[in-house]
């Protein structure tokens, strides 16, 4: 009996608004010759509605037809033309039977072949051969037709992506948007963005989703949001994704609304009510979501509650869960995000030696399906990190490393930062356990210890925004890589980028090369101007995670210390007179880093104490350095927008526009980092910028040198982030201010940039004149546009620079500035600059 259908066709997309990501398949121009040459027939070995395999023929179809505007029939049974063939390896060869050549195939592994008669996409199992058809998609939409033969398999099992939603729909460090899967204490009804973000993952390969924040809330698991749990899981099914749930530990003490369980005095992990309790749950769960992939438990750490609170190990707190989960062949993930808050005088405290702390002497405690969930350094996602040793500690347990494509510390996808490269300064890494090769990706594929399980996990914060997922187009990147280096941590950053590029932007050479420049260029640039040389990310690290503020890190207990004062900076981890950090490393490692000789210029500050005027590797001291890598990391950010420009034309104008916003408020930004850690460190040494720029800013006008007329000089939150300390704000919230002052730089065509502060509750309107000239208005909506963290304060996340370029300017005209303010925005503005066109300066 032969079935084939010919299906409806897709329409082809028209409007880029950025929600198909990499899955857009674009029409290819001039494919004529390949389209003849592609199969006419897709045969689909499963015609079960819902399964991979089933999923696997819908997109091939779907993705040929937009790609060749080509119909293919897609037959769910052998065919004698030739035909495109998607199915598992047992499926194929009970049709066609025995697969010739092909290696041998782990889970989720699948072989292509596009060499022979048909064209073979077999997995090991469906969701192999889902993933073939993507990849296969992928060379058609990059118009890549090369005859390929080869198998494929996962580096790691555990290939799961993290979202931290709330059940009232808000998103832990998302930015922008709300959960696609709560609201209001629930699951929502319309699942179609859950759909959707289960397709873009299954195309990268990831195959499981951890829905709610780690900072979970027990109504998780009340009967009504595991019903809704479930809806979730069936709209994931058909691509091969799966449901897991983060669990709040005292759940069993908090009253969940599920019949299968009791409300209890007692959350301890020996007590067997509680042992009853988390039984019935997890049988609870798999009855009714029978392929659940797991939970991921964040205890003991930051308030939630844990093990330790009885008195119990984190091994004990873990295998309660693991031990439920184990029946099903579910999967525990536990976080080893561990740590106590410390006391600053004591110089031998050090809260990156709190992972290995807790977790090293509990090896081989842990149940074979745990995994412990490692950051990829010792602190929190900053920006420059040593490895985790923590990776080198477990031999007889199960690691994954957890990466964050939120960018919570590098930007908050305000900031261009292809992350991959920051990724790779870890999973390229060599822990010499035992002075022998091992590498952290070859650790966390199990293949170093000998563990059965292992992998990644990467907290993304997808979100319901209007148009792309993570508020940003070009953010976009670091989820794709994400899922492309889970698979294979061999890969290189560029080349994944680049196929990124031509599956987003299409096939144009100068996309290619502008968007592959600003991508590969945007970490070092943002190392430069946010933290370097190891100091970390120096944001404040208390609120927003976002904008500058060096102070934040000291006087607290949370430990992300620099120790810097007038004399010197850098936390001192050696063994010999610091914390003894580096003695958490095997030996070659430690030895490395315990010398101060040895340490890489890149982590000195993470390893010593040193002298300002230290010299470095590179020649340069370190204040010189911090000096001259934050004005070369801000140079680089202004680049961006004129790579962007030359893009003008070549990309649609919806997405152009939210990609160019972005570059000019990054622009604008990276000079307050620039100028904010500059002018706080050298406040603080008093030792000045060999080239004479810190502090000095000779094509500024200041607000607070202006003639004011309904606006008042104002002092800022934090000194550093405002251009000579202050600021003009509006004398009340109901007067409009003007600021006006007479242009003594030369006459010529001048960019200008107006820098403002934008905060929370108000949308302040800004004008600006040049003799009565206007050259446009902008307001302080930033609330609604942008996404970060804001403030209610003039401070270093709401200093924002607006411009105009090209502007004709004659000495002695009179700028102007005009400010409406808004409820509790009073229209504040800190100063005015004209950089001359084509000097390359950048004040
Ligand atoms: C085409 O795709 C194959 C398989 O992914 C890859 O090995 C090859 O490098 C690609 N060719 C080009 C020109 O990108
Ligand atoms: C949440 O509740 C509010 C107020 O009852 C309602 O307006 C809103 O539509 C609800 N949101 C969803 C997604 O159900
Ligand atoms: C947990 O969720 C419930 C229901 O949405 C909410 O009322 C409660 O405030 C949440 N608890 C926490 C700690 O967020
Ligand atoms: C577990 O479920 C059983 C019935 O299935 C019930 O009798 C028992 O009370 C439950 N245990 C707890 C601790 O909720
Ligand atoms: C559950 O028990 C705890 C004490 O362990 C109590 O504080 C809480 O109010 C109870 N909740 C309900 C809904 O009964
Ligand atoms: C845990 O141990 C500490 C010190 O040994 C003791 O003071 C405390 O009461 C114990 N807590 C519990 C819940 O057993
Ligand atoms: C300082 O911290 C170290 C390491 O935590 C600890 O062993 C030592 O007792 C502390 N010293 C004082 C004076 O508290
Ligand atoms: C050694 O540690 C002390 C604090 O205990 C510190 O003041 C001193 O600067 C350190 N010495 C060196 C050489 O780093
Ligand atoms: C650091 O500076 C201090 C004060 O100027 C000086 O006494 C000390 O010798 C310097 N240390 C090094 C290692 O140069
Ligand atoms: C910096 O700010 C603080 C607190 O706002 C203020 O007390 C101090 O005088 C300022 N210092 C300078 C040098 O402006
Ligand atoms: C400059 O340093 C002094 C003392 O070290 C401090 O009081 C002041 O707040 C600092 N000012 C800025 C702008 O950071
Ligand atoms: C001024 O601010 C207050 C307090 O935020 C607010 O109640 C009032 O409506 C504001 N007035 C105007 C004109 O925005």
């Not at 890494?429 to 070859?442: A, I, K, P, T």
């Not at 976009?476 to 994944?496: F, I, K």
């Not at 030792?687 to 000095?696: A, F």
Request: proline share 4%; aromatic share 12%.
């Amino acid at each position: 009996m032969r079935i084939c259908f010919l299906l409806a066709s897709v329409g082809v997309a028209v409007a880029e608004t950025g929600i198909d990501a990499w899955l857009r398949y674009a029409p290819l121009t001039g494919s004529s010759v390949v389209h003849s040459a592609l199969p006419n027939n897709v045969v689909v070995l499963n015609s079960s509605q819902g399964s991979p395999v089933y999923t696997a023929g819908q997109e091939l179809h779907n993705g040929i037809k937009s790609i060749f505007d080509k119909s293919t029939r897609v037959c769910y049974s052998k065919e004698t033309k030739s035909a495109l063939v998607v199915g598992t390896v047992a499926e194929y060869e009970k049709v066609y039977g025995a697969l010739q050549n092909v290696p041998e195939l782990a889970p989720d592994g699948f072989w292509l072949d596009t060499t022979g008669f048909n064209i073979q996409i077999v997995g090991q199992d469906e969701r192999g051969a889902l993933y073939g058809a993507f990849e296969y998609l992928s060379m058609l939409a990059q118009g890549n037709f090369t005859k390929v033969a080869y198998a494929t398999n996962p580096a790691g099992n555990i290939r799961w992506v993290n979202q931290w939603d709330n059940m009232d729909g808000s998103i832990e460090r998302g930015y922008g948007g709300a959960s696609i899967f709560f609201a209001n204490g629930t699951v929502v009804s319309d699942l179609t963005r859950a759909a959707q973000y289960a397709r873009l993952l299954a195309s990268v390969r990831i195959n499981a989703v951890v829905i709610n924040n780690v900072n979970a809330n027990s109504t998780t698991l009340s009967a009504e949001n595991i019903q809704g749990v479930s809806r979730i899981a069936d709209v994931m099914r058909p691509y091969g994704v799966q449901v897991g749930l983060s669990l709040d530990f005292a759940s069993p003490t908090e009253g969940v609304q599920n019949p299968v369980v009791h409300n209890l005095t007692t959350y301890d992990p020996l007590d067997e009510s509680v042992v009853q309790w988390w039984t019935n749950i997890t049988d609870n769960i798999y009855s009714i979501i029978p392929d659940f992939a797991g939970y991921l438990v964040k205890a003991d750490s930051e308030g939630q509650a844990g093990p330790l609170v009885y008195n119990r190990t984190l091994a004990q707190g873990a295998n309660l869960f693991a031990k439920t989960l184990e029946p099903y062949g579910g999967t525990l993930m536990y976080r080893a995000f561990v740590y106590n808050l410390l006391n600053e005088s004591n110089w031998t405290e050090d809260r990156a030696k709190a992972a290995v702390d807790f977790f090293q002497p509990l090896d081989g405690q842990f149940m074979d399906n745990t995994v412990i969930q490692i950051k990829y350094g010792p602190i929190d996602f900053q920006v420059r990190e040593p490895t985790s040793p923590l990776f080198a500690s477990l031999r007889e347990t199960n690691a994954a490393i957890e990466l964050e494509v939120a960018q919570e510390y590098l930007g908050q996808q305000c900031h261009l930062v292809y992350l991959p490269p920051l990724w790779k300064t870890v999973l390229d890494f060599d822990l010499q356990v035992d002075n022998e090769s091992s590498v952290v990706r070859n650790i966390i594929s199990g293949q170093r210890f000998n563990r059965p399980l292992g992998g990644s996990a990467a907290v993304v914060n997808t979100m319901l925004t209007n148009n792309v997922r993570l508020g940003s187009n070009l953010a976009m990147s670091n989820l794709y890589a994400y899922g492309r280096l889970a698979w294979d941590a061999t890969q290189e950053p560029e080349p994944v980028l680049q196929d990124w590029i031509r599956l987003t932007f299409g096939l144009h050479p100068r996309i290619l090369s502008t968007i592959t420049q600003m991508s590969m260029e945007s970490w070092p640039a943002y190392l430069n101007y946010s933290g370097n040389l190891g100091i970390q990310t120096l944001t404040d690290i208390l609120y927003t995670h976002f904008g500058p503020n060096p102070a934040s890190q000291e006087l607290n207990g949370y430990g992300q210390w620099t120790r810097a004062d007038s004399l010197s900076v850098g936390m001192d981890r050696t063994c010999s007179n610091g914390t003894c950090y580096s003695g958490q490393y095997p030996p070659k490692v430690y030895e490395m880093y315990e010398s101060i000789e040895t340490t890489p210029d890149d982590l000195i500050l993470w390893f010593h104490h040193v002298n300002w005027t230290h010299v470095l590797h590179s020649g340069k001291t370190v204040i010189q350095h911090f000096y001259d890598s934050h004005y070369s990391g801000a140079a680089t950010a202004q680049t961006f927008v004129t790579q962007l420009a030359s893009l003008s034309g070549l990309i649609d104008s919806e997405r152009y526009n939210e990609m160019m916003y972005r570059q000019l408020y990054q622009a604008g930004h990276s000079i307050v980092w620039r100028d904010s850690v500059n002018d706080y460190y050298y406040n603080m040494t008093l030792i000045p910028d060999d080239h004479g720029r810190v502090g000095h800013h000779p094509w500024r006008i200041e607000a607070e040198a202006m003639a004011l007329d309904g606006y008042r000089i104002s002092g800022v939150a934090l000194n550093e982030t405002a251009s000579n300390k202050s600021a003009i704000v509006t004398v009340s919230n109901s007067t409009t201010g003007i600021a006006t002052h007479i242009i003594d730089f030369p006459s010529g065509r001048y960019d200008i940039g107006v820098n403002y502060f934008d905060l929370y509750g108000g949308v302040s309107n800004f004008s600006a004149y040049v003799n009565n000239r206007k050259l446009g208005s902008w307001q302080g909506n930033a609330e609604f546009t942008l996404g970060h963290e804001l403030t209610y304060f003039l401070d270093g996340n709401s200093n924002t620079r607006h411009h105009f370029f090209d502007v004709d300017v004659k000495e002695g005209d009179e700028l102007k500035i005009v400010g409406v303010p808004d409820q509790m925005e009073a229209a504040p503005v800190d100063y005015v600059v004209f950089l001359p066109v084509g000097s390359g300066i950048v004040d």
